[in-house]
């Protein structure tokens, strides 16, 4: 608690550039680090950049918001990550980076252990010949038969993406 008696707001590290914005019990959205150390927030509604840390910090009120992280690994109500992307699965099996298999653009995972049936974690648009169309977590079959653009993180950053791609296609079939 802060001295006003507000709740901090706090983050939880998911991966490497990725941190779940939390304020108490209540998850905010999140926080991610792009390759040019730049920070964007994603909420259900918002889309938020920040140049450095301090402006993020800034921005929730908290000048040690990275200091003061919540360190138990996030991991709440079966719900697992890969890479920071979350797999809607209760028991999955991550793909490991020296199986033969392993991608390292897509975050693969089997819902059976050692099985060669494979599913990506996140959102995707996958291109079928009636136009694109949107798939959580689909069978990397799948993705690899039609085309694909993806992974997202978000289901708002792939239907923003989604109208896009569709809004090209029917101007390519005219």
């Not at 304020?23 to 918002?46: A, C, H, M, S």
């Not at 109500?77 to 797999?87: A, S, V």
């Not at 653009?149 to 390519?172: D, S, V, Y």
């Amino acid at each position: 608690m802060t001295k006003k008696g507000k709740i901090k707001t706090k983050l939880q590290q998911i991966s490497d550039v990725a941190w779940l914005v939390q304020r108490g019990e209540k998850k905010l959205g999140i926080l991610n680090k792009d390759v040019q150390e730049k920070y964007f927030y994603i909420t259900g509604k918002n889309l938020l950049k920040f140049e450095d840390d301090s402006e993020v910090a800034n921005h929730f009120g908290n000048i040690k918001l990275f200091d003061e992280q919540i360190n138990s690994k996030y991991q709440r109500d079966e719900e697992f990550y890969i890479n920071g992307f979350l797999i809607d699965y209760p028991t999955p099996f991550a793909i490991e980076e020296d199986d033969p298999d392993y991608r390292e653009d897509l975050p693969l995972y089997t819902k059976i252990e050692g099985n060669k049936v494979y599913y990506a974690a996140g959102y995707y648009c996958i291109n079928f010949e009636k136009g694109w169309k949107q798939a959580y977590g689909p069978k990397l079959a799948t993705l690899e038969k039609y085309g694909y653009e993806g992974p997202f993180r978000t289901e708002m950053e792939m239907r923003q993406r989604l109208r896009q791609l569709n809004k090209i296609k029917r101007n390519e079939s005219k």
